[in-house]
Nanobody, 126 residues
Framework: QVQLVESGGGLVQAGGSLRLSCAAS????????MGWFRQSPGKEREFVAG????????QYPGSRDGRFTISRDNAKNTVYLQMNSLKPEDTAVYYC???????????????????WGQGTQVTVSS
């Protein structure tokens, strides 16, 4: 089994930045493709970013505006989500997810991720 623990969420003013971290354990980190999702009240969980196990491939939604960047440090078993120029509509619970089904690629499909963290709240005030 894989355990994922997110950190770095909090309250930030619009225009600010946050960096989320997700520490993985339980399986060799380089076996895992990683992703970030978010969920706001009343909305479905949506894909934010994905990264392959090597870090060589990344994926973002088609609507990406360049404010969020995913990265990973395989030596630290950690994946990051750098979020800049935050907007109130970015307010959500952010979830880290891991997949061992296609680790050399990336995927935006929730059903491809077998492991999920507990989530970290990000609140952006206007």
């Amino acid at each position: 089994q894989v355990q994922l623990v997110e950190s770095g969420g909090g309250l930030v003013q619009a225009g600010g930045s946050l960096r989320l971290s997700c520490a993985a354990s339980g399986r060799p980190f380089t076996y895992l493709g990683m992703g970030w999702f978010r969920q706001s009240p009343g909305k479905e969980r949506e894909f934010v970013a994905g990264i392959s196990r090597s870090g060589g491939n990344t994926q973002y939604p088609g609507s990406r505006d360049g404010r969020f960047t995913i990265s990973r440090d395989n030596a630290k078993n950690t994946v990051y989500l750098q979020m800049n120029s935050l907007k109130p509509e970015d307010t959500a619970v952010y979830y880290c997810a891991a997949t061992d089904r296609n680790p050399d690629g990336t995927t935006a499909r929730r059903d491809m991720y077998s492991y999920w963290g507990q989530g970290t709240q990000v609140t952006v005030s206007s």
